[in-house]
């Protein structure tokens, strides 16, 4: 089976806000806004998973609400410890420690923060558990993943993300739970096996973000995808709902590509490009246990 690669969905640009990046200056706390703004101090701390200061982390702090509603700042400090000041509002803070011997990020993600005082955060690596999803073929070979978290309040939204080229991604939630239904989280895993690949997704939806996510489902929980060409050209195969990557390789006619997906995660869009062209097949309700077969150009009118 050909290799696949990764390829993000037109969706996955940047955070759709004007704002200016400010980065901390050791020893300096970092302003992001102007003189005239009531503006409180946040101090971030950044552990890794042996409880020990860290500078290896990247954090990011979102405005969300409020007079700081259009900052985004990503303050760095190499003991650990960061200072950034900003205006009264509704912040999202993420924050990526890595530097753990197996090459792994631990991603916490903080949906609500409250910013009416000076305010110190702790962002501690050993809060994090595995993002643990994986196919029943104990020979597939992971290729890609992506996790993304979309938080909404009074109007507006952020979204962030994290892509990843290993199955050692951690992931915790930080601070107060936010609003009910407020944070809506996106998981996509894939795999290539030797008959088959896999794409295995998750959407949550809640007060807070994960704590882990574990996902290991039978062969029967599984819908399987056959797709075939009668010209060579490229294809495309990813779920229909929400920010995503997918998976994207070569056909010829002597081809067909087997994807074993799981249901739960929506419908799925598969599209494919041969000489100049460009076939879709969208929407696709691929149930558990049953098998769907297409064959481009013959089947998208």
Known sequence: ???SSLRRRSVLGTLAVAAAVVL???GTPAVAVSPQSETYTLTIKHLDRAGRAT?????????????????VVRPHDTDGTTTVQLPRGRYVLDS????SADGGTDW????????????????DARTARPVDVRPPDDSARFLHSAMFV????????????????????????????????SVKQWYDAYWEGATADYGLGRTVTGDRALT???????????????????????LDVQPTTGPTVGLSRQLTPSD?????????????????????QRYSANELALRAGSTTVLTFPDDVV
């Open 24 to 26: 901390g200056v050791a």
């Open 256 to 276: 067909t590509a087997t994807y074993l997906v799981t249901p739960e995660r929506g419908t799925w869009d598969v599209s494919y490009s041969a000489d100049g």
């Open 108 to 123: 916490i993600v903080q949906p609500r923060l409250d910013l009416d005082r000076d305010t110190t955060i702790t962002v």
């Open 96 to 99: 990526a420690v890595t530097g």
């Open 212 to 234: 882990g996510l574990t996902l290991r489902p039978a062969p029967k929980e599984l819908a399987t995808l056959k797709v075939r060409a009668t010209r060579t050209g490229f």
């Open 150 to 181: 979309k938080v909404t309040h009074g109007g507006a939204e952020r979204l962030l993300n994290r892509i990843v080229a290993a199955p050692t991604l951690r992931v915790a939630h930080l601070g107060p739970t936010a609003e009910p239904d």
């Open 1 to 3: 089976m050909n290799t």
């Open 55 to 71: 500078g290896a982390y990247e954090t990011t702090v979102t405005g969300l609400s409020g007079a700081g509603a259009d900052e």
